[in-house]
């Protein structure tokens, strides 16, 4: 599914980098969790690829995850404490 978003619309979605300090775990990890279908997917935000050279080159820009789902998450998994019921 792709959402195009204006600019200030995508303030509430986190980048991997993001979501991986958030919940202090390496990207790799986030990866793992999608595989084993226990994270939250993500968005995808404008296109797939951009055109280089005349060829379609995978674009991970367009990937993120809302903070919402992510804390949602979190509580859900009694992640570590961390979750503050007023974020």
């Known amino acids: 599914e792709i959402i ?3 600019m200030d619309k995508i303030d509430n979605f986190l980048k991997i ?3 991986a300090k958030i919940l202090q775990v390496d ?3 986030i990866y793992r969790w999608l595989k084993e279908g226990t ?3 993500p968005t995808r935000i ?3 690829f951009k055109m280089e050279n005349g060829k379609k080159k995978p674009k991970r820009q367009g ?3 809302e903070e919402d789902l992510v804390r949602a ?3 859900d998994n009694a992640w570590q404490g961390l979750v503050n019921a007023e974020d």
Do not use: C, L, Q, S
């Open 46 to 48: 404008g296109p797939a």
């Open 4 to 6: 195009n978003y204006h």
């Open 63 to 65: 990937i993120r995850w």
């Open 39 to 41: 994270f939250p997917d």
């Open 17 to 19: 980098d993001e979501v």
């Open 73 to 75: 998450w979190m509580k």
């Open 27 to 29: 990207r790799t990890t």
